[in-house]
C-alpha cells in the first residue's frame, strides 16, 4: 500500500496557539480522511479531504476550529485553531488507493497543550 | 448509522497461546468491510486483516485470522501463537459501502488493549 508521511510527530503548544499538521501521501489518492484520538479512546473522522473543494466536516467539527487544505492529489493539511487543552490528542491523516483495500494511515501526530 | 462493539476493554494472554479479540457491528448495509489495525504505544495505525461482506471464506494473514460470522453480525480477531510484541491496542473498524462518499471512511470500535504475559 502506499505510505503517508506525517509530520511534526508530536509537539507541545500553548493555549491559543495554532498547529499545522502536514501529510504527504508517495501517490496520488482521491480523498483524504483527517481523525483525532482523544486520550484512552477510539479515532473520531474529523472530516474528509477532496482536492479541489471544501472538506466535509463531522458533526461536531467545524472549519473555523479545524480548517483543512486540500491542494493536489498528494498533500492536504490540517490546523488545529486556537487550542486548548482539551485538544490534546492524537491526530491522523488516512486513505486509500483502491477500492477494497486497507486504509493506510500517516504515523500520528501526538499533540499537548499546554 | 454503523456501530462496531468491542466489548473487551483489556485482554491478558501468555506467550504462544492464542487469544480471541471480539467485535460486533451494526450496518442496514449489504456491502461493507471490516478491518482490523493494531496501535502500539508509538501512535501508528497499523493495518492486521480485511474481511468484505461477501466474502464467503474468513480471511487470514499469517498469525491473524478473521471469525466472520455474518449472521451474527462478528468480526472477531484471532492471534495464534502470541508474542510479546503483540501486546498493543487494537481497533475493529468497519466502512460501509464499496466507493463514493464511503471511500475510506472507517468507524472505529473502542478498541481492546492486548497483554502478553510471558
Known amino acids: 500500500s502506499a505510505v503517508i508521511s506525517q509530520k511534526p510527530s508530536r509537539d507541545i503548544c500553548q493555549r491559543g496557539t495554532s498547529l499545522t499538521i502536514q501529510c504527504q501521501v508517495d501517490s496520488q489518492v482521491t480523498m483524504m480522511f483527517w481523525y483525532r484520538q482523544q486520550p484512552g479512546q477510539s479515532l473520531t473522522l474529523i472530516a474528509t479531504?477532496?482536492?479541489?473543494?471544501?472538506?466535509?466536516?463531522e458533526s461536531g467539527f467545524v472549519i473555523d476550529k479545524f480548517p483543512i487544505s486540500r491542494p493536489n492529489l498528494t498533500f492536504s493539511t490540517l490546523t488545529v485553531s486556537n487550542m486548548s487543552p482539551e485538544d490534546s490528542s492524537i491526530y491522523l491523516c488516512s486513505s486509500r488507493t483502491q477500492i477494497n483495500t486497507e486504509a493506510f494511515f500517516g504515523q500520528g501526530t501526538r499533540l499537548t497543550v499546554v | 448509522a454503523q456501530k462496531i462493539t468491542q466489548t473487551q476493554p483489556g485482554m491478558f494472554v501468555q506467550e504462544k497461546e492464542a487469544v480471541t479479540l471480539d467485535c460486533t457491528y451494526d450496518?442496514?448495509?449489504?456491502?461493507?468491510?471490516l478491518f482490523w489495525y493494531k496501535q502500539p504505544s508509538s501512535g501508528e495505525m497499523i493495518f492486521l486483516i480485511y474481511?468484505?461482506?461477501?466474502?464467503?471464506q474468513n480471511a487470514t494473514e499469517g498469525r491473524y485470522s478473521l471469525n466472520f460470522q455474518k449472521a451474527r453480525k462478528s468480526a472477531n480477531l484471532v492471534i495464534s501463537a502470541s508474542q510479546l510484541g503483540d501486546s498493543a491496542m487494537y481497533f475493529c473498524a468497519m466502512r460501509v459501502g464499496a466507493g463514493g462518499t464511503s471511500y475510506g471512511k472507517l468507524t472505529f470500535g473502542q478498541g481492546t488493549i492486548l497483554t502478553v504475559h510471558p
Open positions: 479531504a477532496n482536492q479541489g473543494s471544501e472538506a466535509t466536516y
Open positions: 474481511q468484505g461482506s461477501y466474502d464467503e
Open positions: 450496518t442496514s448495509d449489504q456491502s461493507y468491510g
